[in-house]
Every structure is written in structure tokens, then in C-alpha cells.
């Protein structure tokens, strides 16, 4: 919370869910978005607002609690409904505002959760639930709501399967978090009972407690887009959408060009620098820093890496982590990078691949070129100075170095170290036989 805040705010984050039908063995909460867990994705929102976490998880959910570290987890021993999930967590409610969330509802924004605090506080309502209006509300839980002279108060949430038709139209739907003082949020919780048809504990009765209790209750209302809820494949890929969305929103605002942005994928923490150009069908893996002005042209693939100013990746180049790509260095189609610097200038164009290499400013690598940089039992570098030649369809078998200004002819294996302004050729001596050619088609006709 900012200094000025004289309250304090803590977050229960409900994440023991087994998600069965995701059909996984990975707890829901961990399926990634834009390549972080759901879990972490609305820690980072929460830890934009709240003073304190608190994650409920279930038994044998170990990967949860690195997820969640270094905010403090809880199990929750038996599985008996939402409700009984935030008792687990009572220790943590603290004395000022609380708020419960749901670990698959992972895109609300810092500023929404922000907006339901203060909602509440200005309209002194005992209780704030966070609202939509979906596109398709199928069987959401409706919010039933009657207008007073101060505003609308809501009475009750229905369940979609115990709803009339009329309560079915209603078009305002319960997208799960609330937030109230916990003072008040404790007594209701610990009231609430499992009297209905699977003898679960819901939260979803703190409306019903808190209006017989006197308390006003009020909706907030944000859009579908932050408030949905992940509980099986279908829904985690509308939820990347979104994000992804997001990003390549964000991507442009910075300054960046994405020529056909729906085509392009972001990891959360890539970085694109001012007048960098995206082309179409370009993939960002984690850990990807790209300088502008660069360009990544189209279907490219980067992961882990560095590109810096005025570099050219692609098309159909691929450079796996551990790559850094100097200033105005060119990675062309079908080159593959993986754990290589390619030095400022430097230039590999066509069908090459580069592993574990140190390539220096200014060198041309040729078409066909590999480093062979495994023996079958250890990876060894190959360490290229500066305007060097490669010619191509070489093979650098590694560990080997080649100085600066070396000269390496087409068609070469060169297994041993090549010294600076040296040309070396590692290729069988040419031998014509004249007259051959003819007599082998001859034979061959014969057959």
C-alpha cells in the first residue's frame, strides 16, 4: 500500500483447487499464463496492493509453495468448500481491510483490486464483491440486487443451478473475490454452514450473513476480461489470449512496431526497446531483451537471449538462451544460435548452426556452417576472432579457435586451432579423371 494508506490491507488467495477438469497432475494454480504459473500472475497484482498474503493450498502441493514464496502458504487438510479454504487462513486476516481471491481468476489488475477497497470504504458497506457482465454467463453465480435510496444493495447470490429463469436473466455476475474489514468477515465466515447438496462450506454465504447481519453489500464491477475464471483448457487459452493481448498492447505503447501483432507471442518479461520492428508469427520464449531500433523478422523464435541495437534477426532464425547478438550483427534464415555471442557486425545468413561459440566483430560465417560443439559425452566452446571467413559448408569441430583475420575455404573440417590472418583448408584434394563422366552414363544406360 502507498505511505499515505493509514490502513493496512491483507490478501487471502485461495489456491487448493485440484482443477480436475484440466485432466492434469498439475495443481490448477501452476498452469502457466504467458509463460508464468496463474498463481504468480495474480501475486503480482496483489503485491501491488496488499500488505500481506496469504496462499491456502492443498496437500501435496509442494510446487505451490515455491510459486508462492516468499509470501506464507497454509493447507487446507480437507477439501469441505471455498469458505472453509479461508478459515484455514485466519490467522492471517489481520485487523484492516481483507480480501479473498481465487488463484484461477488470475487477470485482475493492481487498480481494480484497488477500486474494490476503496469502493467499499467510501459506500461503508460491511461487504464488496467483485462483478460482470459476461458475454456469456452460462452458470455463473447471479447477483441479486435491490435499489435504495443510497444506491443498490445486493441481497443474495444465487447458483445458476438453483436459479429460477427470471434470476437466470439477470445479467450481473459474481466473478468470486470480495473484500470487507475482517472484524466483521470473521464471525460470517465461521457462521456459514454446509447446508446444501454437496455439504460444502461456500463462501459465496457471506451475502446471505452479512444482509441478515445488517450490513450493506455492494458490487464492483470490472470487465469480463480481467475477472474470468480458468477451470479447464478452453478457458486457460482465453485467458492467454487476454494476456497476450495485453502485452502486445504494452509492446506498442512502448514503441515498439509488431506488423501483425495477433501473430506475435510474448512472454511476460520480454523487453523490447523503442523502434524495434516485429514481422508476422514471431515467438518471444522467457528472458528475451531486444534493444531497438533491431528488427526480428518473420517466424523467428527467441529464448533467454540479448539482441542489441541495429541487429537483424530472421526470417526463420532461432536463438536459444544464452545468445547475445551484437550491434548490427545479422542471424539469418535457418540459423540456430544456442549459448553464442555473435560479435557487432558479425554475420551468419544462411542454414548455420552455432553452439556454445565466441564469435568475434566484424566475422562472416558462410552457409552450412556448424561448430560441433558436443563429443558425445561434453560441450566444448569454439572461440572465432574478429573478420574471420568462413566459407561455407564448414564444420568447426570443438574445442578450437580460429584467429583474427582467419580464412576458412568451403568445405572444410577443421579439427585444430587456426592462427590469426592463416587460411585454412581441412578438405580432400580435388581429382578430375577425364573422360569419366561420359563412360559412367554409358554404363549406365546399358543396364
Known amino acids: 500500500m502507498d505511505a499515505e494508506d493509514n490502513f493496512t490491507a491483507s490478501a487471502v488467495i485461495l489456491a487448493a483447487g485440484l482443477g480436475t477438469r484440466m485432466k492434469s497432475a498439475l495443481p490448477k494454480?501452476?498452469?502457466?499464463?504467458?509463460g508464468r504459473p496463474m498463481l504468480r500472475v495474480l501475486l503480482d497484482a496483489a503485491e501491488q496492493v496488499f500488505d500481506r498474503i496469504?496462499?491456502?493450498?492443498g496437500p501435496g502441493m509442494e510446487l505451490l509453495v515455491s510459486i508462492a514464496a516468499p509470501h506464507a502458504t497454509t493447507i487446507q487438510t480437507d477439501r469441505l468448500g471455498t469458505a472453509h479454504a479461508a478459515l484455514c487462513a485466519r490467522d492471517a486476516f489481520g485487523e484492516g481491510e481483507l480480501v479473498i481471491l481465487f488463484a484461477d481468476n488470475p487477470l485482475i489488475r493492481a487498480g481494480t483490486l484497488q477500486r474494490l477497497i476503496a469502493e467499499r470504504r467510501a459506500s461503508g458497506a460491511g461487504l464488496a464483491l467483485m462483478a460482470m457482465r459476461s458475454a456469456d454467463p452460462a452458470r455463473y453465480g447471479r447477483l441479486v440486487v435491490e435499489q435504495r435510496a443510497d444506491g443498490p444493495h445486493v441481497q443474495r447470490i444465487v447458483e445458476w443451478a438453483d436459479a429460477s429463469p427470471d434470476e437466470r436473466a439477470i445479467p450481473l455476475c459474481n466473478a468470486g473475490a470480495l473484500c470487507g474489514p475482517a472484524e466483521r468477515m470473521l464471525p460470517w465466515l465461521q457462521a456459514i454452514t454446509p447446508d446444501n447438496a454437496k455439504g460444502e462450506y461456500y463462501l459465496t454465504d457471506l451475502v446471505r450473513l452479512a444482509v441478515a447481519d445488517g450490513a450493506r453489500v455492494v458490487a464492483v464491477e470490472a470487465e469480463e476480461s480481467e475477472l474470468r475464471g480458468i477451470n479447464?483448457?478452453?478457458?486457460?487459452?482465453?485467458?492467454?489470449?487476454?494476456?497476450?493481448?495485453?502485452?502486445?498492447?504494452?509492446?506498442?505503447?512502448?514503441?515498439?512496431t509488431l506488423v501483425a501483432p495477433e501473430t506475435v507471442f510474448f512472454t511476460h518479461d520480454t523487453k523490447l526497446g523503442p523502434d524495434t520492428v516485429v514481422g508476422p508469427h514471431v515467438v518471444f520464449g522467457p528472458g528475451v531483451s531486444v534493444d531497438g531500433p533491431a528488427e526480428i523478422r518473420a517466424f523467428s523464435h527467441l529464448e533467454g537471449c540479448h539482441v542489441a541495437a541495429g541487429a537483424i534477426i530472421g526470417p526463420y532464425a532461432r536463438l536459444r538462451p544464452g545468445s547475445i547478438v551484437g550491434a548490427g550483427a545479422h542471424v539469418g534464415n535457418f540459423v540456430e544460435l544456442k549459448a553464442t555471442s555473435l560479435g557487432a557486425g558479425a554475420k551468419a545468413n544462411h542454414l548455420s548452426y552455432l553452439g556454445d561459440s565466441e564469435?568475434?566483430?566484424?566475422?562472416n560465417i558462410g552457409a552450412g556452417t556448424?561448430?560441433?560443439?558436443?563429443?558425445?559425452?561434453?560441450?566444448?566452446?569454439?572461440?572465432?576472432?574478429?573478420?574471420?571467413?568462413?566459407?561455407?559448408?564448414?564444420?568447426?569441430?570443438?574445442?578450437?579457435?580460429?584467429?583474427?583475420?582467419?580464412?576458412?575455404?568451403?568445405?572444410?573440417?577443421?579439427?585444430?586451432?587456426?592462427?590469426?590472418?592463416?587460411?585454412?583448408f581441412g578438405r580432400a584434394r580435388q581429382k578430375d579423371v577425364l573422360g569419366r563422366a561420359a563412360a559412367f552414363r554409358a554404363a549406365r544406360k546399358r543396364i
Not at 496469504?54 to 493450498?57: A, E, F, K, P
Not at 486457460?236 to 509492446?251: D, F, G, H, K, M
Not at 564469435?359 to 566475422?363: F, L, N, W
Not at 563429443?375 to 570443438?398: M, N, P
Request: hydrophobic share 50%; aromatic share 4%; glycine share 10%.
Open 29 to 34: 494454480a501452476a498452469h502457466p499464463v504467458a
Open 359 to 363: 564469435i568475434g566483430a566484424g566475422t
Open 370 to 424: 556448424i561448430t560441433c560443439n558436443y563429443d558425445g559425452y561434453a560441450k566444448h566452446r569454439t572461440i572465432i576472432g574478429e573478420k574471420v571467413f568462413v566459407g561455407s559448408d564448414s564444420v568447426l569441430v570443438a574445442p578450437v579457435t580460429l584467429g583474427d583475420g582467419a580464412f576458412v575455404a568451403a568445405g572444410s573440417v577443421i579439427t585444430h586451432d587456426v592462427a590469426p590472418d592463416a587460411m585454412a
Open 232 to 256: 479447464a483448457r478452453a478457458e486457460l487459452a482465453q485467458a492467454e489470449a487476454v494476456v497476450q493481448q495485453r502485452l502486445r498492447q504494452a509492446a506498442m505503447e512502448g514503441g515498439a
Open 54 to 57: 496469504t496462499v491456502v493450498i
